[in-house]
């Protein structure tokens, strides 16, 4: 292991200041934009005069590389945006234009600071008539994508709303859509974006990684494949941008010089202009220097016609372990997103039904846009602001000094200077905090109009049924049938079984039609169920055993060290970290190890890994109608929490298991931490199957080298499998990241497959120093669902409608009174095949009209029939792309239905004709 310049418990602050970490942080993104422009920074590919030979244009394009937070909390950030950002670009802008076009000044920005900060409803009227005009002469230019995103986070819509503000922008000034988009700073993202780009009529991807991280290791420009079969041409650089010079290996007489400014650093001024091109026209003699924008290269590259590699594969996030150091936000934030489509089409179907329901444009586009801040990828401000190097009684009196600081006057935070840890007499440390509770607040505003929408909606629907007194309707958003077990909400801590719920439709119930179960009340750790034989392990915490009855297949790994729902607590040392460090980070010193390591960590002497479960757990188990109810608990909790609780739920008419985990006060500590459930498999030579978003993948052949390969996010579930195709399924319902074979917190690797059929669900942790959440604490719960596999399922359908029933649970609403005049049962919009997603039917959010759009997921191309109730008098469909584009010919509805050859792991979208 090589040696680090680490901080230890010996380590005083004084002595860390010798880094000069915000110096040294600083420094850096000042002079990027000169690193990239003379080539001194090292990138994965050498320059020399093979690559410069071969190319007689450079296309200059300058952007800024926008956090929405870090450098301070995000209002104040929005204010520059805003403000000084704008001043500074207008300034060269203006200066420019009196030079030919390919010689002026152009700054390319995202479409979500343009579209609500830059030209918000904040603006200063004089400055935004003069960014007005710059949009419209061609000066401020928008990329197609609203801002950098943990991709994989994400849900489909989503990501096609994030697409909207460029688009709106285009539409209001005159200037057409984009063809190209830009992400920077997260290494690698979910193979969705080709799907998602291509499908919106966007050509080019330019991605630039952190210059600390690993990259993906893609040539220097390539066609980007999906899982549809979709492309997007692509340049991914290892540094934000990319050098003046091109490559040895780059391909084409066409060049990318993508100019990036660091961190809300705002635009170059004009001396810093005039010097790049000036020393590029001098290194790069008779090479034609354009300054323009994305779009002036992508065009000018086609019309090359160069012979480039193609690459599929995906390319799982490794900056994605920073999801569950907000283990609360993002169980809302997993199941909120599915109910934003869910809202969507109910209350379109409700208006097709004869319910009068207001217009939810305006709501739905504050949920989306909500949905996707808390996607972007700054979690709050920088850690060097907060105590990034006190640990242990040092961080407890730190923590203490925080909380004991008033709060400001009104809220207000953004006049609050920021505390510095290497002087933290100064400063707000409330401030610090407050910045990842403004984060948190994002999904949260998102729950809120979504759930308040939905109850409203749902009730709405109930007294609106033929049904008189206390009556419940159960609604089931999925486009095919259902059933599924229901908490009655007259009794509490029952529930009920309802049978094969229409798709998109409903079922009324009276509150006399639901019965009590008999209860039966046990202590046994064995018992049977109509699906399972099942045996608990109350040392460890879950199942040790689970068979099949109709096969007597032993579901459980009998020869793993973990259980089937164990929870396992790990604790990390200086020896995990320094590994992991040394394998991963690209800068071993400064802000690279200040912001990827954990400076002023007790050493493993003193601090060793802990791996810790409860061992002692008390089994209750309650047997009824509905389901079988093993709940273990424990407070042997060696301090790190006041109790854990587990509990396994066995329908008595649905073969699965239903895992959940419960932590009551967790203990806060910034030691580097993990929680985890298990779920060891008897699978041999096991084939993995992981649900990503845009199509599912063999961990073994479809991730591209330096991606993560130990830690991803799920979209739908996994499947481990075997030669007969028969295995296991499970889906974290709460949790979206996974590890498979073994836990995968500080473990990176080139080069990883998995081979112990296991998965390991991440619950929590606080592995990062940059600007995710340092420690977690607080009470809340985790789900996970796990089923057999037969040798006569496939895979892919299986574990998406699996999956996404757990995901997406039938909804109902309640109502009393008179009866209203709907029948008590009622069908939706339907598909003709499961697995595929209905995740718009609604307003269109590109112009007028409604829109549906449909979402293939389980691997099957071909023709799919959409079937609209029998009160809907669509007369045709129109096709068009995700940004609302015209595209082919019109399908007529016949006999309330139309047939579409649908392509496998593809969106296709249609605008109603009534």
């Not at 800024?64 to 950030?77: I, K």
């Amino acid at each position: 292991m090589n040696s680090l310049p680490q901080a230890n418990e010996h380590q005083t602050p004084k002595k860390i200041k010798l880094f000069m970490i915000k110096k040294i942080h600083t420094l850096f993104f000042v002079v990027l934009i000169l690193v990239l422009a003379t080539g001194a920074f090292a990138q994965q590919r050498p320059t020399n005069n093979a690559g410069i030979s071969k190319v007689t244009d450079v296309w200059v394009v300058f952007k800024t590389h926008f956090d929405l937070g870090f450098t301070d909390l995000p209002e104040n950030v929005f204010a520059r945006y805003r403000g000084e950002m704008m001043d500074n670009a207008l300034k060269v802008i203006e200066k420019n234009a009196t030079l030919p076009p390919k010689q002026r000044f152009a700054w390319t920005v995202p479409g979500w600071p343009l579209y609500a900060q830059i030209l918000g409803p904040l603006q200063n009227p004089e400055r935004k008539a003069r960014i007005e005009k710059a949009i419209r002469e061609g000066a401020i230019v928008v990329h197609g994508l609203p801002f950098t995103t943990h991709t994989e986070s994400l849900d489909y819509e989503d990501l096609v709303r994030g697409l909207g503000y460029s688009s709106k922008i285009a539409r209001a000034y005159g200037q057409p859509l984009t063809i190209s988009a830009k992400m920077t700073d997260v290494p690698s993202h979910s193979w969705v974006l080709p799907t998602l780009l291509n499908h919106a009529g966007i050509k080019f991807l330019q991605l630039g990684c952190n210059p600390a991280s690993q990259y993906p290791r893609f040539p220097p420009l390539f066609w980007w494949e999906g899982a549809d079969g979709s492309k997007v041409l692509c340049q991914y650089t290892s540094l934000y941008g990319s050098e003046m010079k091109p490559p040895s290996d780059w391909p084409c007489k066409n060049y990318l010089a993508m100019i990036m400014t660091g961190d809300n650093h705002g635009p170059p001024n004009q001396k810093e202009v005039e010097d790049i091109i000036a020393k590029t026209q001098k290194e790069l003699p008779g090479v034609k220097i354009h300054l323009g924008t994305l779009d002036d290269f992508a065009k000018a590259i086609f019309a090359e016609h160069p012979d480039l590699p193609t690459i599929k594969g995906d390319t799982p996030d490794s900056w994605i372990q920073g999801l569950l150091s907000n283990p609360q936000e993002t169980k809302i934030a997993r199941n909120i997103r599915p109910l934003a489509s869910a809202l969507d089409g109910l209350n379109t179907q409700m208006r097709i039904w004869g319910i009068s329901t207001e217009s939810i444009s305006a709501k739905l586009a504050k949920a989306y846009e909500q949905s996707l801040l808390y996607a972007e990828h700054t979690w709050g401000m920088n850690a060097e602001y907060g105590p990034r190097y006190s640990y242990g009684d040092d961080w407890k009196k730190w923590l203490a000094a925080a909380e004991a600081e008033p709060v400001p006057e009104n809220g207000d935070y953004s006049k609050l200077k920021n505390s510095d840890a290497l002087n933290t007499s100064e400063g707000s440390k409330r401030k610090w905090l407050h910045s990842y509770d403004v984060k948190r607040q994002y999904i949260r505003n998102t729950n809120d109009i979504v759930s308040n929408e939905l109850n409203a909606h749902l009730d709405l629907l109930a007294k609106s049924v033929n049904v008189a007194g206390n009556r419940l309707i159960v609604y089931n958003p999925l486009p095919w049938k259902r059933s599924g077990i229901i908490e009655n909400p007259w009794k509490k801590g029952t529930s009920f079984y309802v049978k094969e719920i229409a798709p998109g439709g409903y079922v009324t119930y009276s509150q006399n039609d639901l019965k009590e179960s008999t209860i039966i009340n046990d202590e046994q750790s064995a018992f049977s169920t109509p699906y399972f034989k099942i045996v608990f392990d109350l040392t460890r915490g879950g199942i040790s055993s689970l068979i099949e009855k109709t096969t007597g297949r032993e579901l459980v790994d009998k020869s793993s060290k973990y259980v089937v729902g164990q929870f396992l607590h790990e604790r990390f040392s200086t020896n995990e970290v320094d590994k992991w460090f040394n394998t991963y980070s690209r800068i071993k010193d400064g802000w690279g190890l200040n912001d990827l390591g954990k400076p002023g960590m007790m050493s493993a002497e003193k601090a060793p890994y802990l791996a810790f479960t409860p061992n002692d757990w008390k089994i209750a188990v309650v047997h009824s109608d509905i389901a079988d109810i093993a709940t273990l608990t424990s407070f042997n909790t060696k301090g790190f929490a006041k109790e854990y609780t587990l509990t396994f739920t066995f329908p008595r008419n649905a073969a699965y298991v239903d895992v959940e985990w419960f932590v009551a006060s967790k203990t806060p500590d910034k030691q580097p931490e993990g929680g985890w459930l298990c779920f060891p498999f008897a699978v041999k030579k096991p084939d993995f199957t992981v649900g990503r978003l845009g199509g599912p993948i063999n961990p073994a052949t479809d991730i591209i080298s330096g991606s993560n390969r130990y830690l991803m996010a799920v979209n739908s579930g996994v499947s481990i499998t075997q030669a007969d195709k028969s295995g296991v399924g499970l889906t974290p319902m709460d949790a979206p990241l996974i590890s498979l074979g073994e836990p995968g917190l500080w473990k990176f690797s080139l080069e990883h497959s998995p081979e112990i059929p296991a998965v390991f669900v991440n619950i929590y942790n606080n592995m990062w120093n940059t600007n995710f959440p340092l420690w977690q604490e607080g009470s809340w719960s985790e789900r996970v669902r796990i089923w057999a596999i037969d040798t006569h399922t496939p895979t892919v359908p299986n574990l998406i409608q699996k999956s996404w029933e757990a995901r997406v649970p039938l909804l109902t609403g309640i109502a009393a009174g008179t009866a209203g005049k709907l029948p008590a049962k009622n069908t939706g919009i339907s598909i003709s095949r499961t697995g595929v997603l209905v995740t718009a039917f609604g307003e269109n959010p590109d112009g007028d009209g409604t829109i549906l759009r449909l979402w293939e997921q389980s691997g099957i191309s071909g023709n799919c029939t959409v079937r609209f109730s029998e009160e809907s008098n669509a007369k045709a469909v129109q096709p068009i792309d995700l940004r609302g584009n015209l595209i082919g010919k019109r399908i007529v509805v016949k006999n309330k239905a139309f047939t579409v050859n649908l392509k496998k792991y593809a969106p296709a979208s249609f605008l109603l004709v009534f």
